[in-house]
């Protein structure tokens, strides 16, 4: 039985011959590598905690007469 799509996640790198290799299926299979996996993370907030966090400010303009 051939897979026909799916997803293959690891926390390393493919190699090219992989990466090549799934591009012979009818369907999409998607490689996810350690750095999209982190992004990943990041993008969606998952297992991840707020360690520090900045307030910037500025000067409001239309609060001081000049």
């Given at each position: 039985m051939r897979a026909r799509k799916g997803v293959?996640?690891?926390?390393?790198?493919?190699?090219?011959?992989a990466r090549e290799y799934i591009h012979h299926f009818e369907k999409r299979i998607v490689?996810?590598?350690?750095?999209t996996l982190a992004s990943l993370l990041i993008q969606h907030n998952v297992g991840?905690?707020?360690?520090?966090?900045?307030?910037i400010k500025k000067v409001d303009q239309d609060y001081i007469e000049t």
């Open positions: 293959l996640i690891t926390t390393s790198s493919f190699s090219s011959d490689l996810v590598d350690g750095a991840l905690a707020v360690e520090s966090s900045y307030t």
